[in-house]
């Protein structure tokens, strides 16, 4: 693996993190927002792997491990979330689920 | 080699747009999940062959699997899912403020920032990339790792898998939350 290499890598990282982002703040549709949230995920989980395979070492590959677990924890969660409001509100807007703002 | 990093980066980069521009959520589940076969390909080109198939079970398996049923359960009969006004149609100038922030964060983390540069590795400890074995990323060597050296994250997971399961029960039983 070449330094440029980490590099590129390292940036289609950087700017899948930042797409997923984007989708994260701008849509107001609760489940293509949380895609955004499992595409931040995957870069990161991008970067830790480049830099595992850049060093040789594991521990990389460990935290990845580690992240895919708490994406699908995370996952299931925010889409019971999502039943729960929807079955109690009949609404998948965002905005509108402002019961809790003081 | 270089053909093939351009071409996986494109199917990532316009897989994602395609995700967070999709009008339905299920065309952004279809996209969602070319993005992450191919992240699963790219996994195989940095010799994370246990985490490629990881990526493909727990991803591809179980969480759009759970999109997809989460979709079917709450677009059947009412067609709600996609009605919404999106902030970039709503409040556009904010929005495209923001992207715009955004991305020169990226542009100057990728031109000025140090963790870019060919000689990153030499300030670093070590100096020199490692050399891998051959058996660098396969499950053996990812197995001695997790149950040795690290074995109190991953006992760590499945507390938190524990959490995860008691926590969706407990949302979305309906005599639990009268």
Redesign the interface.
Same mark, same amino acid.
């Given at each position: 693996m070449s330094a440029t290499e980490l590099n590129a890598t390292i940036a289609l990282s950087a700017l899948l993190l930042l797409i997923g982002f984007a989708g994260l703040i701008l849509r107001r549709n609760p489940l293509i927002a949380l895609m955004g949230i499992e595409l931040m995920l995957n870069a990161s989980n991008l970067a830790f792997i480049a830099f595992a395979r850049w060093w040789g070492n594991t521990v990389g590959h460990i935290f990845a491990f580690l992240v895919i677990t708490v994406a699908a924890a995370e996952a299931s969660i925010a889409l019971a979330i999502v039943v729960v409001v929807f079955h109690a509100r009949l609404q998948t807007d965002l905005d509108d689920v402002s019961g809790l703002k003081g | 080699m270089i053909i093939g =990093?351009v071409l996986l980066?494109a199917i990532? @980069?316009g897989s994602?747009?395609f %995700? %967070?521009t999709?009008s339905r959520?299920v065309h952004?589940?279809v996209a969602?999940l070319l993005? *992450?076969i191919a992240?699963a390909v790219?996994?195989v080109h940095?010799? !994370?062959e *246990?985490?490629a198939v990881?990526?493909i079970l727990?991803?591809s398996g !179980? @969480?759009l699997v759970? =999109?997809v049923f989460?979709?079917a359960?709450?677009s059947s009969g %009412?067609d709600?899912? /996609?009605l919404?006004?999106?902030? #970039?149609a709503r409040l556009p100038i904010p929005?495209i403020a923001?992207?715009a922030a #955004?991305?020169g964060l990226?542009l100057w !983390?990728?031109m000025g920032h140090r963790?870019?540069? +060919?000689s =990153? /590795?030499a300030m670093a400890v070590?100096g020199t +990339?490692?050399? $891998?074995?051959d058996a *660098?990323?396969s499950v053996g060597? =990812?197995g001695t790792?997790?149950f040795t050296a /690290?074995v109190l994250?991953f006992e760590v997971?499945a507390l $938190?898998?524990v959490?995860? $399961?008691v926590?969706?029960v407990a #949302?979305?039983n309906e005599e639990s939350?009268r």
């Amino acid at each position: 693996m070449s330094a440029t290499e980490l590099n590129a890598t390292i940036a289609l990282s950087a700017l899948l993190l930042l797409i997923g982002f984007a989708g994260l703040i701008l849509r107001r549709n609760p489940l293509i927002a949380l895609m955004g949230i499992e595409l931040m995920l995957n870069a990161s989980n991008l970067a830790f792997i480049a830099f595992a395979r850049w060093w040789g070492n594991t521990v990389g590959h460990i935290f990845a491990f580690l992240v895919i677990t708490v994406a699908a924890a995370e996952a299931s969660i925010a889409l019971a979330i999502v039943v729960v409001v929807f079955h109690a509100r009949l609404q998948t807007d965002l905005d509108d689920v402002s019961g809790l703002k003081g | 080699m270089i053909i093939g =990093f351009v071409l996986l980066a494109a199917i990532l @980069i316009g897989s994602a747009l395609f %995700v %967070v521009t999709s009008s339905r959520p299920v065309h952004g589940i279809v996209a969602l999940l070319l993005n *992450f076969i191919a992240l699963a390909v790219f996994y195989v080109h940095l010799n !994370a062959e *246990f985490l490629a198939v990881t990526q493909i079970l727990v991803y591809s398996g !179980a @969480i759009l699997v759970l =999109f997809v049923f989460v979709i079917a359960l709450l677009s059947s009969g %009412v067609d709600r899912l /996609h009605l919404t006004v999106d902030r #970039l149609a709503r409040l556009p100038i904010p929005s495209i403020a923001l992207l715009a922030a #955004l991305f020169g964060l990226f542009l100057w !983390a990728l031109m000025g920032h140090r963790f870019l540069e +060919p000689s =990153f /590795h030499a300030m670093a400890v070590g100096g020199t +990339p490692a050399g $891998i074995a051959d058996a *660098f990323g396969s499950v053996g060597s =990812f197995g001695t790792a997790l149950f040795t050296a /690290h074995v109190l994250p991953f006992e760590v997971t499945a507390l $938190i898998l524990v959490v995860a $399961i008691v926590g969706v029960v407990a #949302l979305t039983n309906e005599e639990s939350r009268r």
